[in-house]
Structure formats: C-alpha cells, structure tokens
C-alpha cells in the first residue's frame, strides 16, 4: 500500500506561479512513475504531466506545456509541480498518482495508476 499526500495548492491570481509536492510512503519511489492529473467542476479527470521512474524528463498536456515543470526527488519521495503563468482555466483539484506495476498503455490515462491521493485544490482569478 502506497499513501500519497499533495500539498502547496491555493489562491492565485492569474500570472502568479503555485509549486505542488506530493510525498509518497514506502521505499522503492525510485521505481513508481508518477502523474499529475486535475479535474476542473464539471469536467472529466485530465492528464497534466508525468515522470517516468527511467526517464529523465517530464511529459505534459499541451495545454500546460512550456508553463508547468515536473520533477521528482527520489531522496525525498517527493514529487514536485512547478505552475507558472498560471490561466483560469487552470483551476482544479491536482490529483498525484503514483503506478507501480508498469506502464501498458500510456502513462496519460488514469487507469494505469495504482494509488491516488486526496487532492489540493488550486484556484486562479483573473
């Protein structure tokens, strides 16, 4: 059983920057990939970005690519999303996701993961 807690949501205005953490239990992070996922009010759970655990980069939703940076530290068991130029439109609940098994189809779809934590919720105002 892997325990997932995000923290470092809140209120910002449109422009600012947020950073979230996700710190996992357990000791083998080094080998989960982990997501980013937000579902907006009324809106289905999307894909935001991902870090493969033999990778080196992220991958990310065009619709936050150039503006959001994924980033993990294995040390820490923590993952990290760095929000910048924040829009509207990117208010949600983030979700983190940690997959343990081994990607099958694709590390953007929801399924694939194995454990979700409860959630922050961030809020930009134009």
């Known amino acids: 059983q892997v325990q997932l807690v995000e923290s470092g949501g809140g209120l910002v205005q449109a422009g600012g920057s947020l950073r979230l953490s996700c710190t996992a239990s357990g000791r083998a992070f080094s080998r989960y990939t982990m997501g980013w996922f937000r579902r907006a009010p009324g809106k289905e759970r999307e894909f935001v970005a991902a870090f493969i655990w033999s990778g080196s980069n992220g991958y990310y939703a065009d619709s936050v690519k150039g503006r959001f940076t994924i980033s993990r530290d294995n040390a820490k068991n923590t993952v990290y999303l760095q929000m910048n130029s924040l829009k509207p439109e990117d208010t949600a609940l983030y979700y983190c996701?940690?997959?343990?098994?081994?990607?099958?189809?694709?590390?953007?779809?929801?399924?694939?993961?194995?454990?979700w934590g409860q959630g922050t919720q961030v809020t930009v105002s134009s």
């Open positions: 996701a940690a997959e343990t098994g081994g990607i099958l189809n694709g590390f953007e779809y929801p399924d694939e993961y194995d454990y």
